[in-house]
């Protein structure tokens, strides 16, 4: 038995590996659930689990989460630094990170010095920080393991190619609903169009980051520290219908892909299941449902988001930090209606131009960078 920490249960990552967990209950049960600020999700999901403890970031609602709970024998706690905290428990055997953006670091860094395995959904976490996690990870003895489906299908490729060299991986796109539109189209796109996403169903900020491909250009990111792999290996397909999940190219040439219906059920459960595959009755791919899978090169000059990404990694050093925390700065103030769709690239340019460059990073300097980014992104607004 598999015990699980969710950070950031009442998200579409976490209400997912919910579902997973609730048809295996011989094999995993839930041992922490962690919210932001949905406590009637959160009280729901902790009375149905029954985990041993549960924390509510926002400690304006502590009260409601501990009334429901604390005589259900669930020990509730309320704000970040319970978050934190409650991921070093002993009885947790693997925390799974689906919290939005830059606030999964702390936990996740504490939750690596206790050596516990991590299933990684918040690719925020590396991007701000790969080079420590991944640091930390070896020096602790934890396992990452990647939720995000292009990830854990290249974790998937690699099953038993343990000696051979990834020659470069193809990280595969959808292209997001505004595929094959120019600049001039997008100067005008609304919030509403830009979440309506094709092909998956997300929360609010990742769902702009694929309309804007920043989530690649994030994911490149996350590539790089998970795979240890050079800039120059990492190429993005946009691939519209979100079959093929991401690919490997060996050094023979040979390529591996992973295919499947997109749901993120899936990689949650190999994550979780790992080193097994579980039986599930989740929907199976037709070949003769998609007779035509399509491929075409990313358009870099669009979406300048992805061109930042690939600059800011070449970059190094605290760079993905700043273009990390400029995008959360950007993202939140489309969706309040508060900056047009091309504006985002524009701040974070800006973000990078003026925040000063700092090599080889600490933690403190990271935390550093991500606060003065936010206050100079939102000067700028
Ligand atoms: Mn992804």
Redesign the pocket.
């Known amino acids: 038995m598999k015990k699980i920490a969710i950070l950031g249960s009442t998200g579409s990552i976490g209400t997912q590996a919910l579902e997973v967990i609730s048809e295996n209950r011989d094999a995993f049960s839930v041992e922490t659930l962690t919210a932001n600020n949905n406590a009637d999700l959160l009280i729901k999901q902790a009375q149905l689990f029954k985990p041993n403890s549960v924390v509510i970031k926002n400690e304006e609602k502590y009260n409601e989460v501990n009334n429901a709970l604390s005589s259900k024998g669930i020990k509730v706690y309320c704000g970040a630094k319970s978050i934190e905290d409650i991921v070093t428990s002993d009885s947790t055997d693997i925390v799974l990170t689906a919290m939005v953006g830059y606030s999964g670091l702390l936990p996740t860094i504490n939750a690596i010095k206790k050596g516990k395995t991590i299933a990684l959904a918040n690719k925020e976490t590396l991007v701000v920080a790969g080079k420590l996690i991944t640091d930390l990870a070896k020096e602790y003895g934890s396992k990452i393991l990647p939720v ?3 990830h854990s299908a290249i974790f998937q490729c690699l099953a038993g190619e343990h000696h051979n060299p990834i020659e470069k991986i193809f990280l595969t796109a959808s292209g997001g609903p505004f595929r094959g539109k120019d600049r001039n189209f997008l100067q005008t796109v609304t919030k509403k169009q830009a979440l309506n996403h094709p092909n998956w169903v997300m929360g609010n900020k990742i769902t702009i980051d694929s309309a804007s491909l920043m ?1 690649k250009g994030l ?1 490149v990111i996350e590539a790089k520290w998970l795979f240890d792999l050079k800039t120059d290996q990492i190429d993005v397909v946009v691939h519209p219908q979100s079959i093929v999940h991401s690919a490997v190219q060996f050094e023979d040439g040979s390529i591996k892909a992973q295919m499947g219906i997109p749901d993120m059920k899936l990689p949650i459960q190999y994550a979780l299941g790992y080193p097994k595959r579980i039986k599930n009755t989740f929907e199976r791919f037709s070949f003769f449902n998609y007779p035509n899978l399509t491929f075409e090169k990313a358009d870099r000059k669009t979406f300048k988001n992805l061109d930042l990404a690939y600059k800011a990694l070449e970059n190094g050093g605290n760079s993905p930090c700043i273009l990390n925390a400029a995008n959360e700065v950007a993202v939140e103030a489309f969706l309040n209606e508060r900056i047009s769709f091309l504006k985002m690239s524009d701040l974070i340019v800006n973000c990078m131009e003026k925040i000063i460059f700092v090599k080889n990073p600490s933690l403190e300097d990271l935390i550093a960078t991500d606060r003065e980014t936010r206050i100079l992104a939102n000067q700028l607004l």
Request: zero cysteines; glycine letters at 0%.
């Open positions: 995000d489906s292009e989530n994911e």
